[in-house]
């Protein structure tokens, strides 16, 4: 599993926990997110630049549920963020 892989799996769950399984259904409509098990949270991003994927990602939650979801993404993945260089971070979550 990538580091965007990681990223990605990591923002669904977080809000999963403050949303609920609608978490994943929205996480399902990106294009490029490939979710192989929900169970286990196992996700991977498939196709087109990853970056571009996981911002994807982000913007989806924050159109629904504001601002406020963007910051529980990037608190989500902070330590994950931490280990990229500067021009693998995502821009949303920078």
């Given at each position: 599993m990538s580091k965007l892989d990681q990223i990605a799996t990591?923002?669904?769950k977080?809000?999963?926990l403050i949303i609920g399984p609608i978490a994943w259904q929205e996480a399902g409509e990106v294009k490029g997110i490939h979710i192989i098990d929900q169970k286990t949270g196992a996700v991977t991003i498939d196709n087109g630049d990853s970056k571009?994927?996981?911002d994807n990602l982000v913007g989806k939650y924050e159109h629904l549920f504001g601002r406020a979801s963007r910051e529980v993404c990037r608190e989500a993945v902070a330590s994950l963020v931490a280990d990229l260089s500067p021009s693998e971070v995502p821009s949303s979550l920078k």
């Amino acid at each position: 599993m990538s580091k965007l892989d990681q990223i990605a799996t990591k923002i669904i769950k977080e809000q999963e926990l403050i949303i609920g399984p609608i978490a994943w259904q929205e996480a399902g409509e990106v294009k490029g997110i490939h979710i192989i098990d929900q169970k286990t949270g196992a996700v991977t991003i498939d196709n087109g630049d990853s970056k571009i994927v996981v911002d994807n990602l982000v913007g989806k939650y924050e159109h629904l549920f504001g601002r406020a979801s963007r910051e529980v993404c990037r608190e989500a993945v902070a330590s994950l963020v931490a280990d990229l260089s500067p021009s693998e971070v995502p821009s949303s979550l920078k």
